[in-house]
Nanobody, 121 residues
Framework: VQLQASGGGLVQAGGSLRLSCAAS????????MGWFRQAPGKEREFVAA????????YYADSVKFRFTIFRDIAKNTVYLQMNSLTPEDTAVYYC???????????????WGQGTLVTVSS
């Protein structure tokens, strides 16, 4: 089972990026999938998660109304659309899958390798 995260890069403050997390090896159509991030010297923190139906979404307060998580079941892929980025959003972003607690990183069974997002001021 692999999760391949992509879409990170360098963007100016106020800009947008879309991250993708493609799963392979099994279908995650009935699993929670989520995004977390880790800035240098900080712990991994929850960003957003989505339930298997796509109806239930969860966001950290710091990204609410700026970030949107959505999934394409047919492509076994989850996305994170990030708008109005600020330098505080700079981090390595990780996708996770298969969790009973969307906001808890230790509950996720599978992780991608991370993609770096750098927001310049």
């Amino acid at each position: 089972v692999q999760l391949q995260a992509s879409g990170g890069g360098l963007v100016q403050a106020g800009g947008s990026l879309r991250l993708s997390c493609a799963a392979s090896g099994r279908a995650f159509s009935r699993d929670v999938m989520g995004w977390f991030r880790q800035a240098p010297g900080k712990e991994r923190e929850f960003v957003a998660a989505i339930g298997w139906t796509g109806v239930n979404t969860y966001y950290a307060d710091s990204v609410k109304f700026r970030f949107t998580i959505f999934r394409d079941i047919a492509k076994n892929t989850v996305y994170l659309q990030m708008n109005s980025l600020t330098p505080e959003d700079t981090a390595v972003y990780y996708c996770g899958a298969d969790s009973k607690a969307p906001r808890a990183p230790y509950e996720y069974q599978y992780w991608g390798q991370g993609t770096l997002v750098t927001v310049s001021s």
